[in-house]
């Protein structure tokens, strides 16, 4: 197991070759409850050297994992969904003592990682193949998809168990095998807790790896991945800062990344809009997990004709919104990830309210937590108007048409979600084709997701798509296999 205990101290392990094993050169570091402050669990500080050593253990599994029979990949992740579920309670309070999840936010996770996995047992019965018409006499052609190799993949913190989750399913599903790199701010509930699932699952040895690393270390292992010519394909979700320097590296070795990146996401508020809706919609949008969503609502941008309600009922809606313990289940705004991360979100607030920004709701630091806030005529030159803050803070901007709302939109360098809320849906439609997004809501607020659906951004939100069928073109190779029927001429 990954965990061992002491006095009630948690000692994890990192899981290599199927065993649990501490870091090659006996490092730990501390894993910290982000609300209390309090020691969760003491975890090996692994290097280089341990993702290297990931890395063959998962190069030694492939052959056997990717020639193993569709009913049996398929039976691991039904198996892996039901052992999930019946360690619901669990899982949850170490979302809230790793991530800071409230208990809601807890649920959704849980609710949709087991949806995950037994989309993802279908997979394995996926078409694989097609035939394609030849023009040579009795030739077969086919393009034929095949499983690529080793798979390494980065996942944050901000939904653990989700986006850990989603990097290893499809490229197992499709007989891949995966080296897992969690963050070092959620190493169980955002990895080494797959470790434990997979293996009961029935999972092969090696077939699934995860590495874990100290604070500020992360950089040697993306290296490995980027480096080792064993790991054929990468996945990675977070920054966009991160995820350019790791692209970066990636391609000095010829080797294709799948990158989820940042959002500055914008949710669109029409004159028509059922009000109440658009409020609650924008609420959540904005604040779920303390906005520390990459869909999260930034920009809430509204018609001038109902623009007076609408700011005035999201700001008193914002400023009830209670902040507090996560393990509360009323709470809705718990502690941002680290102190870092608070000091971040109140300098960008205070900056922007320096310079003109007004303050409708919120503002304020409560020890480890940030209350929900909402501004308004945040100046274009402030961090806020140009960077993605990760924290319970959103801006509103009042338009005088659609077309203004579309150019506002799209006034950034990321396109990840966005959302448009109106009670004419072919209108609804006429902006998202207009929207430079990955993602559009017609009628939603920017926060969803369906294990099934193509996500992923453009712009500077990344390329490649998660999920469905969208990720058997990532996760697999195109290959062009002919068959000549007899024989065929030759000019000399």
């Known amino acids: 197991m990954s965990i061992t205990t002491e006095a009630a101290k948690r000692e994890y392990r990192q899981f290599i070759g199927g065993q649990w094993v501490g870091a090659g050169d006996g490092g730990t570091f501390e894993d910290l409850d982000p609300f209390t402050g309090n020691v969760v669990a003491t975890v090996p500080a692994g290097t280089k050297e341990d993702a290297r050593r990931a890395i063959e253990s998962a190069a030694a599994a492939f052959p056997e994992w990717s020639s193993t029979p569709p009913i049996v990949r398929q039976g691991i992740f039904l198996r ?34 087991p949806g995950l996995f037994r989309q993802a047992a279908g997979i394995a019965y996926s078409p694989m193949g097609e035939i394609i018409p030849s023009d040579i006499p009795g030739a077969m052609a086919m393009g034929l998809r095949r499983p690529v190799g080793v798979v390494g993949a980065i996942a944050p913190w901000n939904a653990a168990l989700i986006l850990s989750a989603r990097s290893i399913t499809a490229p197992l599903a499709l007989g891949n095998t995966v080296v897992l790199k969690p963050s070092e701010e959620s190493p169980f509930s955002g990895g080494l807790v797959w470790g434990e699932i997979f293996t009961e699952a029935g999972l092969p040895e090696g077939a699934l790896n995860v590495v874990t690393h100290a604070p500020g270390a ?56 059922d009000m ?17 969503i990459c869909m999260s609502a930034r920009r809430i941008i509204v018609e001038r004709p109902i623009a007076d309600e609408f700011v005035e009922r999201l700001a008193k809606k914002t400023a009830g919104l209670k902040t507090g313990d996560p393990r509360e289940h009323d709470t809705i705004i718990g502690p941002l990830i680290n102190k870092r991360a608070l000091e971040t979100v109140a300098g960008r607030v205070d900056e922007a309210v320096s310079k003109g920004a007004r303050l ?53 360098s990321y396109g990840l979600a966005s959302g ?69 001429p030759f000019p000399f």
């Not at 991160?242 to 996401?265: H, P, W």
């Not at 100046?379 to 048409?401: I, W, Y």
């Open 80 to 113: 892996a969904a039901e052992i999930l579920e019946s360690r619901r309670e669990e899982i949850v309070s170490l979302l809230a003592e790793e991530t800071g999840a409230s208990f809601g936010f807890g649920m959704f996770q849980m609710g949709f990682v």
């Open 218 to 273: 992360a950089g040697p292992i993306g290296d490995e991945f980027a480096e080792n010519s064993l790991v054929r394909r990468i996945n990675f979700t977070g920054s966009t800062a991160t995820g350019r320097k790791l692209a970066e590296t990636a391609g000095r070795n010829l080797k294709r990344v799948l990158l989820e990146l940042g959002g500055y996401n914008p949710l669109i508020v029409l004159g028509d809009a």
């Open 420 to 488: 448009i809320i109106t009670g004419d849906p072919d209108k609804g439609m006429s902006i998202a084709h207009n929207l430079e997004a990955g993602i559009v809501h017609i009628n939603d607020q920017t926060v969803h997701d369906e294990p099934q659906m193509p996500f992923g951004g453009v712009k500077d939100s990344g390329w490649g798509r998660f999920g469905g069928t969208a990720a058997i073109e990532e996760f697999t190779e195109l290959r062009w296999v002919t068959v000549q029927s007899g024989t065929r």
């Open 360 to 412: 409708l709701a919120g503002g304020e630091a409560i020890g480890p937590c940030f209350q929900a806030t909402l501004l308004a005529d945040v100046p274009p030159d402030s961090e806020f108007a140009t960077q993605e803050t990760f924290g319970p803070v959103a801006a509103v901007e009042v338009v005088a048409d659609t077309d203004e709302a579309v150019r506002r939109a799209n006034a950034t």
């Open 276 to 292: 109440e809706y658009a409020v609650d919609a924008a609420a959540f949008g904005a604040f779920m997990h303390q906005g520390q």
